[in-house]
């Protein structure tokens, strides 16, 4: 099974419409995942159905040091103050961790920005995990589907602080853009 089912990305159009529909460009512009990972961004494909006995999912858990790990479900159905915590979700913000997401039921979008400041809109399906490196700006929407059942893993105690743009002065914005941004001349 390829990543590419259930991992797709696309540089966004600049339409201010519903944060939920795909904004894709005309023409469509895809990203490969190896484009991702040159900004950082790593993904697999798992068994999200038997996601408690999966052991690639172990292995990368005891190879990344991801020890703690929760469960978050995001709808209208189950999330206290959904509107406002979708706007704050959509916000755009970086972390001073990785930020490891996997997608156990649904689907959303995690949208990156390129070496050129271009947002890039990463859809991650039922199956589809994502880490996006500490220091990258990004935001997160559910799609018109309006939910996702996401395992969140963090190395050691969970941090949630979100840092709103602009926050280049932070240590791993700094070491986000020395390592990612200006290899092979690029931002």
């Known amino acids: 099974m390829q990543r590419e089912e259930v991992i797709q990305a696309w540089y966004m159009d600049d339409s201010d419409e519903d944060q939920r529909l ?16 040159e900004l950082g961004v790593l993904s697999w494909r798992l068994d999200a159905d038997n996601y408690e006995t999966d052991e690639e999912l172990k292995k990368i858990r005891e190879e990344r040091g991801y020890s703690y790990m929760d469960f978050c479900e995001v709808c209208p159905e189950k999330l206290p103050n959904y509107e406002e915590k979708i ?10 961790d990785e930020e490891i997401r ?8 995690f949208d ?21 490196p500490a220091g990258i700006y990004h935001r997160f929407t ?24 602009p926050h280049d002065h932070l240590p ?9 941004l200006h ?3 690029g931002g």
């Open 112 to 132: 990156v920005r390129d070496q050129n400041d271009r947002w890039i809109r990463v859809w991650v399906k039922k199956g589809g995990m994502i880490v996006l």
């Open 22 to 37: 795909p904004h894709h460009r005309e023409p469509k512009e895809f990203v490969s995942l190896d484009q991702l990972a």
């Open 102 to 109: 996997y997608c156990v039921a649904g689907s959303g979008y």
């Open 142 to 165: 559910l799609d018109t589907n309006n939910y996702i059942k996401a395992m969140w893993l963090f190395v050691g105690d969970p941090v949630w602080t979100p840092y709103n743009h």
């Open 172 to 180: 791993p914005r700094k070491e986000y853009i020395e390592n990612f």
């Open 87 to 96: 706007k704050n979700f959509f916000g755009e913000h970086l972390h001073t």
């Open 183 to 185: 290899k092979e001349g």
